[in-house]
């Protein structure tokens, strides 16, 4: 139950709302070179971290093994069926609405919880 000696929110302040809008027209000052030399006195981008290339070099070789197993497939043992079928089941779970829905909202959660790790500049935008 909310108390009774909550205070409203404050009248709208007109003179400083005046006062804003009249130095939203005025020309942007001159620098004088700052902000080029504040520029040019950053650090130099950094450069992918070496845990980048391996993750993207265990990817390739998953991928060079997965492909030549299709390639030189064989007759799939029954143990190797049995777990296709569970599979096959358990995409067909993922993939209905709240599935769907759950999966977008941790890939959401990660990509938020670890942005900043992933590429400094991305934590600029948001």
Do not use: C, Y
């Not at 845990?51 to 197993?69: D, E, P, R």
Request: no cysteine; hydrophobic share 50%.
């Amino acid at each position: 139950m909310e108390s009774n000696e909550l205070n409203s929110l404050p009248p709208p302040d007109d003179a400083f709302e005046k006062l804003l809008r009249a130095n939203a027209v005025m020309p942007p000052l001159d620098d004088d070179g700052f902000s080029r030399r504040v520029i040019a006195a950053l650090p130099p981008a950094r450069r992918p971290a070496p845990q980048v290339w391996l993750a993207a070099a265990g990817l390739a070789a998953g991928l060079v093994t997965v492909l030549a197993g299709i390639a030189l497939a064989q007759p799939a043992p029954s143990a190797l069926v049995a777990f296709n079928t569970e599979l096959v089941d358990a995409v067909d779970q993922l993939l209905t609405p709240a599935g769907t829905g759950a999966l977008a909202i941790t890939v959401g959660s990660l990509w938020f919880a670890f942005r900043d790790r992933w590429h400094p500049a991305w934590t600029k935008r948001f």
